[in-house]
């Protein structure tokens, strides 16, 4: 089932007819085939995030509890570690990770700061305790930062690879002026040693994504994760930056960090997710 898949995507990227393909794996059961077949004939550039249903459920269902709930619990651990007084949360998004984390710790910080470039930080700012929220990006919060504002720790739970990697390392070495740690969550992706590695690990990621929404499985798959997976495949220009966990820590080396901790958190279809805490 996923080796037709995997050949369909292929066929994808390279903008050839891949409805045979997809034809074979769905009618082998693929849910993800049908959905891109659907996705395919309908001939539209649907952005990810254009069904809002399907993201919500994707969001709150599926492998993505468990995820955060995880995430949660580890950052609260860690807030009581490194006794945290003034936290910066850098692309909050809706507060998933942040707020189960400070309502579980034992040792909140007295300031939470946060940044969230979209509107999600509308809903979420009422929710927040003491502290400030900028809906900004991080490279345009970092450029308005006065010299002397500084936190015990800045996080980021699966916000950064969001960001391309020149501008990425350029904010991180910037970010370390103003803070004592840092901690991101992200996923351990695998590095692939050829194109028939990627085609057949997509398949088999995103197939495995799609079955764990049970009955909401087709909305998903059709309403979110075939319109990502068709925009990652097709793009020009890529907008997201996953790595695996080692070039992370690299990546952070390469800024000035000192990696101090690499802990596993959560495992994901999509991939492991670990935290790294890094002394700036």
Not at 61 to 69: E, I, K, Q, S, V
Not at 178 to 183: D, E, M, N, Q
Request: glycine share 6%; net charge neutral; with cysteine.
């Amino acid at each position: 089932m996923t080796d037709a898949l995997a050949q369909a995507l292929r066929l994808l990227a390279d903008h050839g007819d891949a409805r045979p393909w997809l034809a074979k794996a769905r009618d082998e059961g693929s849910l993800m085939a049908a959905a891109l077949l659907d996705a395919v004939a309908g001939e539209d550039e649907r952005n990810a995030y254009d069904a809002p249903r399907a993201f919500e459920v994707f969001i709150r269902a599926g492998g993505n509890p468990p995820l955060y709930t995880a995430v949660s619990a580890a950052l609260a651990r860690l807030y009581e570690q490194l006794g945290v007084r003034c936290l910066l949360d850098i692309g909050v998004g809706d507060g998933m990770a942040l707020l189960p984390a400070l309502g579980q710790t034992r040792r909140a910080p007295n300031t939470v700061d946060v940044i969230e470039p979209s509107g999600l930080l509308d809903a979420l700012r009422p929710r927040l305790p003491a502290g400030k929220a900028w809906q900004l990006t991080l490279q345009a919060f970092l450029a308005q930062l006065a010299p002397e504002r500084r936190w015990d720790l800045a996080q980021a739970t699966f916000a950064l690879q969001s960001i391309a990697p020149g501008e990425r390392l350029a904010a991180l070495k910037r970010l370390r002026r103003h803070v004592t740690r840092l901690a991101i969550v992200e996923f351990d992706v695998p590095a692939f040693k050829s194109a028939d590695e990627r085609f057949a690990s997509l398949a088999r990621r995103y197939e495995l994504a799609a079955r764990g929404y049970d009955d909401e499985a087709a909305l998903v798959a059709g309403g979110f994760l075939a319109p990502m997976l068709l925009g990652q495949l097709r793009a020009t220009t890529p907008s997201n930056y996953e790595q695996p966990i080692a070039a992370w820590q690299d990546e952070l080396v390469r800024a000035g960090y000192r990696v101090a901790a690499t802990t596993h958190v959560h495992d994901y279809s999509w991939a492991p997710a670990w935290l790294i805490v890094a002394k700036a």
